[in-house]
């Protein structure tokens, strides 16, 4: 059961909402921005280890 | 050192008028924004008087922006830029030589228009005088914060608007400080010496660190 | 025999990815726990006897504000390792801190704004504490908009840390003008006063959860900046080989 936010519920509930989302996106990003890198980063190294084998 | 500083000066001040077009520039475009002001909040003119010093502190500020740019701008186009560098004059005079210059020529002229914009304006005939005092000693500020933001930009694209995205802030103890004086005297609150007393130490401020902070920037640029 | 200290020891990147590989997981739990505590505690309390229950916003909307503020200093301190102590990772660190500081701006300001609305009545209110977190907002604008329009990124990295450092040393003045502004055109009425302690604790733990947060954040986003040199790194040498290769200059 959501306790009783009073008659100003709304703009509670959108902070939190806001502030969730809002972090939520730096968060995803942060990640998904990391897995790239490392990916692009494995594949650089991959190519060069190949060409040293060569 | 000081001859050199001097002469500094009044080369910049020697290319700012015979280039006139962009004193004049400044000058035409703090009129015509002046201008635009009743044009767009209704030509009451109480309302009016009662937030011209606001308007016209404001519309100084946009139009000293315009010119900032050419600050460093032209010498480094040319490459005297360079040649002052590594001159005998510290690279902080210079910025401070150059600043100044940019004062005299674009400050001071926008300063002496804003009285004549206040007759447009309805603007209190006791702010006048504070008006003008207040911008003579509150651009200096403009010139000296501004030709950072200059600095900043030198190499950079899109230069123009980002001078004012990097300024504006800083600009804002002035404004908030310049428009104080004049409006505590025009309601007569008082506090308009403190507010007056607190602007020129600002300004007095920024004629160290703008200098120190531009040439900083100007250093990382000209290797 | 020669210790080090440990901002010596993480000049080293390899060094900073192997300990903020450990470090980071144990963060962010601690992050997310001490978040989620503060904010429980803080959906428990009772109603405001001014504000009603909207008081609950400041449990988001001081620590945002809080952060926001921190960040700048955060990037200030690496500026100044950057220019005077050339420390390897201290460009890293700002380029890292700006954009999560920005989100913490923008989250305080809206949050500032929705707690507004109900308490005064409009959606903005130009008091002086709104106004810095704004004016605070754009110089975080300023920071990303010089290095992004700058392609040299040492250069990049300087001429920014330059902007830092001339916008904390402005900072104290814009706070102070900006509080002096609002004395002038708000006459008393402001809801201040003492915080009741109920509040007091999750306020607390929401900070400090918070602040972690921000930590893990940070440290994110320095791991993936090195991974992101080092990619450009590899690039350019294997752009340079092939271009040798082909009998063409680089």
């Not at chain 1, 998904?32 to 060409?51: I, T, V, Y």
């Amino acid at each position: 059961m959501i306790p009783d936010m009073g008659p100003h519920a709304a703009f509670i509930w959108m902070s939190y909402a806001i502030m969730t989302g809002v972090l939520a996106a730096l968060i995803a990003w942060l990640i998904l921005d990391g897995r790239k890198q490392s990916r692009l980063l494995a594949a650089l190294e991959a190519r060069s280890a190949k060409r040293s084998d060569k | 050192m000081m001859q050199s500083f001097l002469a500094l000066v009044r080369r910049d001040l020697g290319l700012a008028v015979r280039e006139g077009g962009a004193v004049g520039t400044a000058l035409g475009f703090y009129l015509i924004v002046v201008t635009m002001l009743p044009l767009g909040l209704g030509p009451d003119l109480k309302q009016l008087g009662r937030i011209a010093p606001g308007m016209l502190w404001i519309a100084l500020l946009l139009a000293a922006l315009l010119s900032l740019a050419r600050i460093f701008e032209s010498d480094d186009e040319d490459g005297s830029l360079d040649v002052l560098a590594t001159g005998s004059l510290p690279l902080e005079a210079v910025a401070a030589a150059k600043s100044l210059a940019h004062w005299i020529s674009t400050g001071i002229p926008l300063t002496l228009l804003a009285p004549l914009l206040g007759l447009l304006l309805n603007l209190d005939l006791d702010a006048y005088l504070p008006l003008v005092a207040t911008m003579l000693v509150g651009t200096p500020a403009i010139s000296f914060l501004g030709a950072v933001g200059a600095a900043l930009t030198l190499k950079a694209r899109r230069g123009g608007l980002l001078i004012a995205l990097l300024v504006l802030p800083l600009f804002i103890p002035t404004l908030i400080f310049g428009i104080s004086a004049v409006t505590s005297i025009m309601l007569d609150t008082g506090g308009s010496r403190a507010a007056f007393l607190i602007l020129s130490a600002i300004s007095l401020g920024s004629l160290v660190i703008g200098p120190i902070a531009s040439a900083a920037a100007l250093r990382l640029q000209l290797q | 025999m020669q210790t080090q200290t440990i901002t010596q020891k993480l000049a080293n990147p390899t060094f900073f990815m192997n300990l903020s590989a450990k470090i980071l997981p144990w963060l962010s739990s601690f992050a997310a726990i001490l978040i989620i505590y503060g904010l429980t505690l803080g959906f428990a309390t009772p109603p405001d006897y001014q504000q009603g229950q909207t008081v609950k916003i400041m449990f988001i909307h001081v620590p945002a504000a809080w952060l926001s503020m921190m960040a700048y200093g955060l990037i200030a301190v690496s500026s100044f390792g950057l220019l005077v102590f050339r420390h390897p990772l201290a460009d890293v660190s700002a380029k890292a801190a700006a954009p999560i500081g920005a989100v913490f701006t923008l989250i305080a300001l809206v949050t500032g704004s929705l707690w507004g609305k109900p308490t005064w009545g409009t959606y903005w209110q130009w008091d002086a504490r709104m106004t810095s977190v704004l004016i605070l907002f754009f110089l975080y604008l300023g920071l990303m908009a010089l290095r992004s329009s700058i392609e040299e990124e040492s250069l990049a990295s300087k001429l920014t840390a330059v902007l830092a450092l001339t916008g904390i040393v402005i900072l104290p003045v814009i706070k102070f003008s900006v509080n002096w502004w609002n004395t002038l055109h708000q006459p008393a009425g402001v809801l201040k006063g003492g915080l009741d302690p109920v509040f007091l604790k999750p306020l607390l733990f929401s900070a400090v959860g918070f602040s972690l947060l921000f930590f893990a954040l940070h440290m994110k986003g320095m791991r993936n900046e090195i991974i992101r040199r080092r990619v450009k790194a590899r690039q350019l040498k294997e752009v340079d080989r092939a271009a040798r290769a082909h009998g063409v200059e680089a």
